[in-house]
Nanobody
Framework: QLQLVESGGGLVQPGGSLTLSCAAS????????IGWFRQAPGKEREAVSC????????KYTGCAEGRFTISRDNVKNLVYLQKNGLKVDDAAGYFC?????????????????????WGNGTLVSVSS
């Protein structure tokens, strides 16, 4: 069993920065790849980024636009998503997910070899 808890969401102004955290606990969190997904009202859940279990391999999708950075600390069992230059379109619920791999494409959980565990999300609002 693995538990994932996101934190760090809140209200930021356009152009601002925010760092989200995903805390993993339970059975060997460092054996899982961790992905970040987001879902805005009326939209499908979309992948944002993924980091392999070692932290050495990372993937980003187009919505990151070079503004996001994913990292992990396997000692603290934390995965971070640093977000800079936030736009209104970045407003969404952000979810972390534990899967097997970070594949060549991560547009859906299939790209992680399937998602085994989801967090409950943290809400990011972008408004002036």
């Amino acid at each position: 069993q693995l538990q994932l808890v996101e934190s760090g969401g809140g209200l930021v102004q356009p152009g601002g920065s925010l760092t989200l955290s995903c805390a993993a606990s339970g059975f060997t969190p460092d054996r899982y790849a961790i992905g970040w997904f987001r879902q805005a009202p009326g939209k499908e859940r979309e992948a944002v980024s993924c980091i392999d279990k070692s932290g050495a391999y990372v993937k980003y999708t187009g919505c990151a636009e070079g503004r996001f950075t994913i990292s992990r600390d396997n000692v603290k069992n934390l995965v971070y998503l640093q977000k800079n230059g936030l736009k209104v379109d970045d407003a969404a619920g952000y979810f972390c997910a534990a899967g097997r791999i970070c594949g060549a494409t991560i547009t859906s959980p299939v790209g992680m070899g399937g998602v085994d565990y989801w967090g409950n999300g943290t809400l990011v609002s972008v408004s002036s």
